[in-house]
């Protein structure tokens, strides 16, 4: 079965610099997905980004970009020019590229992050 | 389109006491999830459903049971309420088709068992 590690279980960044936070996760698998997503106060989950394992380029939406490394099976998340809106839990996620696999999702623990003005 | 809702939104309910959650999604979506929430444990799968009718366990089924007799509801049952069944429940769906759609997730729902 597939793992999913979040070794910070919180961070914190002032405005307008960078962090990063980290993932590592256990798979036999060769393809598959990683996610990072968001949670702020609300609740609400939102889909920050996404990687393909069989892509080579780190994905990259606007401020968040993350750095994938297979061999070492690692998938970090690098948020620039932080805002207050981006304090929230962020959860790395897994999933199988298998239909098999019903696409079900495993997610690591989180990790708080504090933005400080 | 309101997406993936959840009734309640919050709930309490007293130990061995039964409730129903309601998840409901008007995307159309043959796959739907329920995950259970708990500080330091991150997202947890409990059962899930691959279409209208079917259903089948997560990672974290004990004490929960689920029905989808319609594609647009899946439904998360607590028989005999534990406080070990404290927390925060999420729904999700997804289509199916292209390996790359991903899972849409309602607001949550709080349930305090006490």
């Known amino acids: 079965a597939q793992t999913v590690t979040q070794s910070q279980p919180e961070m914190s960044v002032q405005e307008a610099e960078t962090v990063t936070l980290s993932c590592t996760y256990d798979t036999s698998e060769s393809d598959y997905y990683l996610f990072w997503y968001k949670q702020p106060p609300s609740r609400q989950m939102i889909l920050v980004i996404r990687q393909e394992a069989y892509k080579q380029q780190n994905a990259t939406e606007n401020r968040f970009s993350v750095n994938f490394q297979k061999a070492a099976k690692s998938f970090s998340l690098k948020i620039s020019d932080s805002q207050l809106g981006d304090a929230a839990m962020y959860f790395c996620a897994y999933r199988s590229p298998e239909r098999g696999s019903n696409y079900k999702l495993t997610f690591g623990k989180g990790t708080l992050l504090t933005v400080n003005p | 389109n309101a997406g993936v809702t959840q009734t309640p939104k919050f709930r309490v309910l007293k130990t061995g006491q039964s409730m129903t959650l309601l998840c409901a999604q008007d995307?159309?979506?043959?796959?739907m999830y329920w995950y259970r929430q708990d500080p330091g444990m991150g997202l947890r799968l409990i059962h899930y459903s691959v279409g209208e009718g079917t259903t089948a366990k997560g990672e974290v089924p004990d004490g929960y049971n689920v029905s989808r007799l319609k594609k647009q509801n899946f439904l998360l049952g607590l028989e005999s309420a534990a406080p070990s069944q404290t927390s925060v429940y999420f729904c999700?769906?997804?289509?199916?088709?292209?390996?790359?759609?991903?899972?849409?997730f309602g607001p949550g729902t709080r349930l305090t068992v006490t």
């Open positions: 999700a769906s997804r289509r199916d088709g292209r390996i790359t759609y991903e899972q849409y």
């Open positions: 995307m159309n979506h043959e796959y």
